[in-house]
């Protein structure tokens, strides 16, 4: 800068030429940081505001129907093999036996190179249910979520119907059976039959020492290609939005319903009258082999369902208030709502789907067990806890389900251990606080958590199920020790 005087006299300063451009670049500096500011202000803003939206959407938005129909994905590329021959299987059981059968079936189906036909359900059976595959699974979505495995049928080719005078050859595997079995006693069974039909499919294929390739299979099955119908799932996501809505939820699995009572010969807690109903009813069904039980044999080795009354117990020592909301996941309860009367008043807030739902809503579900559990099976998925009161199919197969989610609080009744607390409190020998004590600390390893598949040789009724606890889904090699634990050894010899 230099002073300079005009011609009048005044003084007067002059900016030096080289100084005006840095003016210039400060302004525009400073135009560049308010626009930075602005621009993050706005976008701090936008977060905020989205925020705000995910707290106040209540938390089963992820397990309800997208409010947005996407296209469908792409289709798989078809697998390319020469076919042995035709699978055709007529599943047994109710809804969750069967669902763990025909994952059994399809990873057969792939070990052997066959064609599988969409499997029959059972129909004869005591619930006698004439629900067909596609009234309860999307039979679409299922011969396309799997067609780079296998291919999957309708029907049997018309040349194979017995009004051409072909008769299929008709047989049950073995149950619990390898995969030697399978390949060494019936592949070569197709050499002479283009179809053969598996009329038992329950338990046919092994829990454990299985390649890791086809207990993939099975994976893939039971948490991909088996959807429910868009009428089930549609009316089971509303199930679950309106038990939300009404806050946390106990999705209980109560098995004390007439078919189960007779089939095992339990009957603690049930009149005389009851007991020979339930006896009358075990020897109408000449498959159920058992005729002659005596029940409180069973029930010390627990092997009965727990009643509405034990079951309240059970409840109120595993610290559940008065005001949990238990959703009953069940049939009809044997002795209805006289045997549920306890149950009820320690729980008030118990509910059922035909009391959730308008009547309309579930007519077209009347009559058909299957669909019914289906419902059941949703609820039971979507739950905070799940506590099934017998280990039965619809238990097992929760569980495993709920590993799979994410290892879901599932409370895995100790009914052995249970019937000698509940009988030591009832007779004097244990006071409450003792007996509460005694069932939670049974159960403090017994709440879903990551464990091992426990393996019995020579005994496959008597290890862990696979769907009970499909491991081989959710891990693999290291990272199976990362989550079970390396030294957690599940061999049993």
Not at 246 to 255: K, N, S
Not at 469 to 486: A, I, K, T, W
Request: proline share 5%; glycine share 4%.
């Amino acid at each position: 800068m230099e002073v300079v005087r005009s011609e009048s006299g005044v003084r007067s300063e002059k900016i030096a030429a080289p100084v005006a451009p840095v003016i210039a670049r400060t302004k525009r500096l400073q135009v560049w940081f308010i626009r930075v500011c602005s621009s993050i202000l706005v976008w701090t803003c936008l977060v905020q505001l989205l925020t705000v939206g995910k707290l106040w959407h209540p938390s089963f938005i992820n397990i309800t129907a997208p409010s947005v129909k996407h296209p469908p994905p792409p289709l798989l590329p078809l697998r390319n093999y020469t076919s042995n021959g035709y699978l055709k299987v007529s599943c047994n059981g109710g809804l969750n036996q069967m669902r763990s059968a025909i994952c059994d079936m399809v990873a057969i189906a792939r070990l052997l190179n066959l064609t599988l036909v969409v499997p029959e359900l059972d129909k004869t059976s005591f619930w006698a249910d004439n629900s067909t595959f596609e009234d309860i699974f999307d039979v679409k979505h299922f011969i396309d979520s799997l067609r780079d495995e296998i291919r999957i049928v309708r029907r049997l080719p018309k040349r194979f119907s017995s009004k051409y005078g072909y008769k299929v050859f008709e047989m049950p595997p073995v149950s619990w059976s390898s995969e030697e079995y399978y390949l060494q006693q019936i592949l070569p069974l197709f050499s002479k039959q283009k179809v053969l039909h598996f009329n038992k499919t329950d338990a046919r294929l092994a829990n454990n020492r299985v390649s890791i390739d086809l207990q993939k299979v099975r994976c893939r099955v039971t948490f991909q290609a088996l959807k429910f119908t868009p009428e089930i799932e549609s009316l089971g996501y509303k199930l679950v939005h309106v038990l939300h809505e009404r806050g946390p939820f106990v999705a209980l699995h109560m098995r004390y319903e007439m078919d189960m009572l007779a089939f095992s010969g339990c009957t603690h807690g049930c009149t005389k009258e009851e007991a020979e109903e339930l006896k009358r009813l075990r020897y109408a069904y000449p498959w159920w082999r058992e005729k002659e039980i005596v029940s409180e044999e069973r029930r010390s080795k627990g092997l009965c369902p727990l009643t509405p009354e034990e079951t309240a117990l059970i409840l109120q020592a595993l610290g559940f208030d008065k005001d949990t909301q238990i959703y009953i996941a069940a049939g009809e309860i044997y002795g209805s709502e006289r045997r549920l009367a306890v149950l009820r008043a320690a729980y008030p807030r118990i509910v059922k789907k035909e009391m959730l739902l308008d009547s309309g809503e579930l007519q077209q579900f009347q009559n058909h067990s299957s669909q019914m559990a289906a419902l059941d099976f949703m609820v039971s998925l979507a739950s905070d806890t799940f506590i099934p009161t017998y280990d039965g199919n619809m238990a097992k197969v929760v569980e495993g389900h709920r590993r799979y989610l994410g290892f879901k609080k599932t409370i895995l009744l100790d009914r052995k251990r249970l019937v000698e607390f509940l009988d030591l409190h009832q007779n004097g020998t244990l006071t409450w606080n003792e007996f509460a004590f005694a069932v939670r600390s049974a159960h403090e390893k017994r709440m879903g958590q990551p464990t091992r598949r426990r393996v019995i040789a020579d005994k496959p009724k008597e290890e862990d199920y696979f769907y009970a606890n499909p491991q081989e889904c959710f891990c693999e090699g290291p990272s199976c020790d990362d989550l079970l634990g390396p030294g957690n050894s599940s061999s049993v010899p």
